[in-house]
C-alpha cells in the first residue's frame, strides 16, 4: 500500500505538470509566440490554447496595446546655429507580434533611439522661429519617418507629441524684447490709422456741409432773386396803370401814386431802430389833402360805377311842308 502510494504521488505531479505545459491561457491585449525547440511557429491569440507537451513552449509574450515612450531630452542645434533642448513622446502599437519579436532586440530601446536622431534631423533643418512656430509641422515629419522605419519591425507609430522646447535664457529675453516692440509697432501703427480715418471722416462731414451751405445759399438766392423778379413785375404794372391813367389826363392817380410812395418813405423813418424822435415833416397836411384827394376818387369812381346811363330820347320827325 505504501509502495502504491509512493508511485502514485510522482505520477500525479507529473500529470499536473504536463497539463500547466499543454494548458495555455492567453490574456486579452497579449499575444504569445509559441516555439517548437527554439524555432518559432505560430502565434496566439487571446484564449485557451492546447501546446504539445515537452515539444512546444512559449517563446515571447509581446503586448498588443497601444505604448507610451517617452524619448530622453537632448540638445539639438537648429538651422541658425541656436541650441535647443527637445523632449518628446511616441505612441506607438505592435500590429505583428511575431515581427516584433524577432526582428528586433529591445524595440522600445531602438524605437527611442530612433525617434531621437529623426528629431535632430528635423529639429537642425529649420530655423528658431520656425521650430518654435510649427510643432505641428514636426510632429507631422517625424511620425513619417519613425513609422517608415519601424513598419519591418511589426509596429505603427500612431502619434508623436513635442513635449518641450526650450531655448536659452537669453534667446528667449531677445525674444521676449522683439515681441514687446513689435507690440508697440502694431499698437502705434493701429493708433495712426485710427487717427487717420477720424481725420478723413472730420474731411467728409466738412465737405458735406459745405455743400449742403452752399446749395442752401444757391436756392435761397434764387429765391430771393425769384421775389425781387415778381416785384419788380408788379411795380411796372403799377407804373403803367398810373401812365396810362396820366395819358387819359387824371390827376388823381398821380396823386394816389405820389402818396403813396410819401407813406412809405414816413413808415421807413418812423420804423428804424435808430430812431428815438418821430418828426412829422411841414408837408403833413399836404399829406392829408393827398389822402382825401384819393378817397374822393375813389368814392367817385364808385358812384360812376353805380349811376345808370342816361335815357335815349326818341327822335321826333317833323312834317316837311306841303
Do not use: C, H
Amino acid at each position: 500500500m505504501i509502495v502504491e502510494l509512493a508511485l502514485a504521488v510522482p505520477l500525479l505531479v507529473l500529470a499536473l505538470v504536463v497539463a500547466f505545459s499543454a494548458i495555455k491561457i492567453v490574456p486579452q491585449g497579449r499575444e504569445y509566440t509559441v516555439e517548437r525547440f527554439g524555432r518559432y511557429t505560430r502565434t496566439l491569440k487571446p484564449g485557451m490554447t492546447l501546446l504539445t507537451p515537452f515539444v512546444e513552449g512559449i517563446g515571447r509574450r509581446v503586448n498588443m496595446m497601444e505604448q507610451v515612450l517617452e524619448v530622453p531630452r537632448q540638445e539639438v542645434i537648429t538651422k541658425d546655429n541656436i541650441t535647443v533642448q527637445v523632449d518628446s513622446i511616441i505612441f506607438i502599437q505592435v500590429i505583428d507580434a511575431a515581427s516584433a519579436a524577432y526582428k528586433v532586440d529591445n524595440l522600445n530601446n531602438a524605437i527611442g533611439q530612433l525617434a531621437m536622431t529623426n528629431l535632430r534631423t528635423v529639429v537642425g533643418s529649420m530655423d528658431l522661429d520656425d521650430v518654435l512656430s510649427q510643432r505641428d509641422v514636426i510632429n507631422t515629419r517625424l511620425l513619417t519617418a519613425i513609422d517608415q522605419a519601424t513598419e519591418p519591425w511589426g509596429v505603427k507609430a500612431t502619434r508623436i507629441e513635442i513635449k518641450d522646447l526650450s531655448p536659452p535664457p537669453d534667446i528667449t529675453e531677445s525674444m521676449t524684447r522683439q515681441m514687446k516692440a513689435e507690440r508697440e509697432r502694431r499698437a502705434v501703427i493701429t493708433e495712426a490709422d485710427g487717427e487717420k480715418q477720424a481725420a478723413i471722416t472730420r474731411a467728409e462731414g466738412a465737405k458735406q456741409a459745405a455743400v449742403l451751405q452752399a446749395e442752401g445759399r444757391r436756392e435761397a438766392a434764387f429765391r430771393d432773386a425769384e421775389a425781387r423778379e415778381r416785384a419788380a413785375d408788379a411795380e411796372a404794372k403799377a407804373t403803367e396803370a398810373v401812365s396810362n391813367a396820366i395819358a387819359k389826363g387824371d390827376v388823381n392817380a398821380i396823386n394816389y401814386f405820389i402818396a403813396q410812395k410819401y407813406v412809405e418813405a414816413f413808415a421807413k423813418l418812423a420804423d428804424s431802430p435808430q430812431q428815438r424822435t418821430v418828426i412829422i415833416p411841414a408837408e403833413m397836411s399836404s399829406l392829408v389833402g393827398s389822402i382825401a384827394g384819393i378817397g374822393a376818387m375813389v368814392k367817385a369812381a364808385a358812384g360812376e360805377a353805380a349811376a345808370p346811363p342816361p335815357p335815349t330820347r326818341p327822335r321826333t320827325s317833323t312834317p316837311s311842308a306841303g
